[in-house]
């Protein structure tokens, strides 16, 4: 049985459609992500609706190599500037695609080098599947967490060799990504802040995500904001609860982590390009993101 968060994710981004191979209504848009990038293919609904322009910053494709593998990223920065803090943005189940490269750029006009890993690269193209059983067996149920944190790990060295200082290190992710943004903050002892938008905190253990994040709650190196939807059956409230408790008794990063609800917001609400938007929560939680990271050194 899929994941309920996922299952949301996906429907919401391909309401009414067929879910076979190569379905007819799905229509491929070009996404400049940069010279070389491979662009998204999403249904034609699927467009950002925040465009933010990309004057006066360096943007496009990246990659840097993990165990042998040329790890391909997309990165937003200032122009001509150095000694950037960083943040890592990770992504939804959907992989890179306009949505999260227009987030970086977002970060980066806010002044930070931002870098978008790639992380189901090994794994396959997640914008070529129109059937969410094929997306899910194929590509994300084969990407282990200790992959993810190699990835991310080469992700903050290759940061820090171009223009970044990783000693103002922040993570954030949305969804599949909010998930692993708390793993990072427990995985990666630079890791200053994390902001953590709808990521699934409980789980059942495998060999590709052995713990998940009540798991690591006490033992986070940089606190945690936890921006969550009060209408999302997928991540039910009460296993918010559980991991305020967690964190309640951790280590003093752990303490510091906090949460807020948007009561009335749905599952994916900072997604502009999907139905789940909601301006009101995606903006406040925006604000909140910059200011936990700035109140924890990530500035």
């Given at each position: 049985m899929f994941r309920q968060d996922l299952k949301a994710d996906f429907e919401a981004l391909l309401p009414g459609q067929t879910t076979e191979a190569g379905a007819t209504r799905r229509t491929a848009l070009k996404a400049a992500l940069g010279v070389g990038y491979a662009a998204a293919a999403l249904p034609v609904m699927a467009q950002t609706s925040i465009r933010t322009p990309a004057d006066g910053l360096v943007t496009g494709e990246v990659t840097y190599e993990v165990g042998g593998f040329k790890v391909p990223a997309y990165r937003a920065a200032p122009e001509g500037r150095f000694g950037l803090p960083v943040v890592l943005v990770l992504s939804e189940v959907f992989g890179v695609h306009e949505y999260i490269?227009?987030?970086?750029?977002?970060?980066?006009?806010?002044?930070?080098l931002a870098i978008a890993p790639e992380l189901f690269?090994?794994?396959?193209?997640?914008?070529e599947y129109g059937e969410l059983a094929r997306l899910m067996a194929e590509?994300?149920?084969?990407?282990?967490?200790?992959?993810?944190?190699?990835?991310?790990d080469g992700a903050v060295k290759w940061a820090g060799?171009?223009?970044?200082d990783v000693r103002k290190l922040g993570v954030t992710g949305f969804?599949?990504?909010?998930?692993?943004?708390?793993?990072?903050?427990?995985?990666?002892?630079?890791?200053?802040?994390?902001?953590?938008?709808?990521?699934?905190?409980?789980?059942?253990?495998?060999?590709?995500?052995?713990?998940?994040?009540?798991?690591?709650?006490?033992?986070?190196?940089?606190?945690?904001?936890?921006?969550?939807?009060?209408?999302?059956p997928s991540i039910p409230l009460d296993t918010v609860a559980k991991m305020k408790a967690a964190l309640a008794v951790g280590n003093a990063a752990s303490r510091a982590s906090q949460f807020v609800?948007?009561?009335?917001?749905?599952?994916?609400?900072?997604?502009?390009?999907?139905?789940s938007y909601d301006k009101a929560a995606a903006e406040?939680?925006?604000?909140?993101?910059?200011?936990?990271?700035?109140?924890?050194?990530?500035?």
């Open positions: 490269a227009d987030t970086a750029r977002r970060f980066a006009r806010a002044g930070y690269a090994r794994q396959g193209e997640p914008t590509v994300v149920d084969q990407v282990p967490d200790a992959q993810v944190m190699a990835d991310l060799a171009n223009g970044g969804c599949w990504g909010g998930r692993l943004a708390w793993l990072y903050a427990a995985h990666n002892p630079d890791v200053k802040a994390g902001v953590a938008w709808y990521g699934r905190l409980v789980g059942e253990s495998s060999p590709l995500t052995p713990k998940h994040p009540l798991d690591i709650a006490g033992r986070l190196h940089g606190p945690v904001l936890g921006l969550y939807a009060g209408d999302d609800v948007y009561p009335d917001a749905p599952h994916a609400f900072h997604a502009d390009y999907r139905p406040d939680g925006w604000q909140r993101a910059l200011a936990w990271f700035r109140q924890h050194g990530v500035a």
